[in-house]
């Protein structure tokens, strides 16, 4: 796969780390920081990419998969959190491993308004629904976040949300 | 919208029915009700009951489908539940496992906040909503006669398969099933994966 230079090496790092820890069921809803990363894993024929309607319905989903003996991983923006928050109920009363990469909105340099107050509020809402959070601000911190939350899930059966901070992934800017 | 027509089958015997047939199935009914239902037909560790998480039924049906392609799933929401989670026939229509099957329990009522009407009993086509999105057979039932044509649909047919049932409202005895969420997830796995399960 060709690469622009000035692309950034972490998603292909989060990729590598799915892989190795035997992500098969990858569900989201598209954010423009999990762009690449979305690609690679529709480019993996072992990995099945689904496309969701709500962020949500990837809870059920990966609770589902890991009935099966299937690892999987949810892809969101922040403002998916809030979407969720009843069926975190359902990971909490079955102790269901979950991982979410959560691309941060609302925050660095933020331009639209409606994104503030729930990019603001995703780590608290997160944190009251029982999943444990990694912050990472820095691209060359995001793979050994990762790999770290990873194991955290399917080691140690747990949720885990890593917050892929708005300063990593670079703010929209509408007015340019 | 729908013709409708008159309801007479009884939602107790529709899922006995259906799971007399189970085999090696995956069976996911949805909170209340079609819970209540299976536990009426006898407790199955291949059965995840659901108390909670309603609109997420069919959903973790797909996960499963998707985990065990050799298996059939078969998620059994009521009508609240697949309304709640409407999206999730198209995510499931877009996706296509042979293997899934979404068959509703449709009494057209939230059955355990009352009996408030839901959409279905107003005309809503769950049925025309499943294919549009994408469900390659799709069947609506109202009698005895109908659901026995729907058994080769739910057992045999390539999926994604859905069927919605619609059943009366008459009042049927309380039989609940074990509702600890962590033992019904660790007895589902160990019986489906064994030792695998606590690798």
């Known amino acids: 796969m060709s690469q622009k230079s000035s692309a950034p090496a972490w998603p292909r790092g989060i990729y590598d780390v799915l892989s190795a820890q035997r992500v098969r069921q990858v569900a989201y809803v598209p954010d423009a920081g999990h762009s690449e990363l979305i690609r690679l894993c529709q480019a993996t024929p072992e990995m099945s990419s689904i496309s969701l309607t709500t962020e949500e319905e990837g809870i059920s989903m990966l609770a589902g998969a890991w009935l099966g003996g299937e690892r999987g991983v949810l892809l969101m923006q922040s403002s998916g959190v809030g979407n969720c928050i009843n069926l975190f109920g359902m990971v909490q009363e079955c102790r269901f491993p979950l991982l979410m990469l959560v691309t941060m909105r609302g925050q660095w340099g933020e331009f639209n308004p409606w994104q503030v107050w729930m990019g603001s509020e995703t780590r608290p809402v997160l944190e009251r629904c029982g999943v444990v959070c990694y912050d990472v601000d820095e691209p060359e911190r995001v793979v050994e976040t990762v790999a770290a939350a990873s194991s955290l899930v399917f080691n140690a059966y747990r949720a885990v949300a890593v917050l892929i901070g708005q300063r990593v992934i670079g703010s929209k800017n509408f007015m340019k | ?199």
């Not at chain 2, 697949?82 to 009494?107: E, F, K, R, W």
């Not at chain 2, 769950?126 to 058994?151: C, H, P």
């Open chain 2, 1 to 199: 919208m729908a013709t409708r027509r008159k309801i007479v089958l009884e939602r107790r015997d529709v899922v006995a029915r259906i799971l007399r047939d189970r085999g090696t199935a995956l069976v996911v009914p949805g909170l209340g009700a079609p819970t209540w239902d299976c536990a009426a037909a006898g407790d199955h560790p291949l059965t995840f009951q659901m108390w909670g998480a309603m609109g997420g039924t069919a959903m973790i049906a797909l996960g499963l489908a998707l985990a065990q392609p050799e298996r059939r799933v078969i998620a059994l929401p009521g009508d609240g539940d697949m309304l709640m989670g409407i999206g999730s026939l198209a995510t499931i229509g877009t996706q296509g496992p042979p293997n899934i099957v979404v068959a509703v329990i449709d009494n057209e009522r939230y059955g355990e906040t009352g009996m408030q009407e839901t959409h279905t009993a107003r005309g809503v086509d769950l049925e025309g909503i499943a294919r549009a999105s994408g469900f390659r057979k799709t069947a609506t039932v109202y009698n005895a006669k109908e659901l026995e044509a729907a058994m080769p649909l739910v057992y045999k047919t390539k999926g994604p398969v859905f069927v919605n049932i619609k059943v009366t409202t008459n009042p049927v005895p309380n039989i609940l099933p074990p509702r600890d969420g962590a033992w019904l997830k660790h007895r589902f796995r160990q019986a489906l994966l064994g030792d695998k399960a606590f690798e």
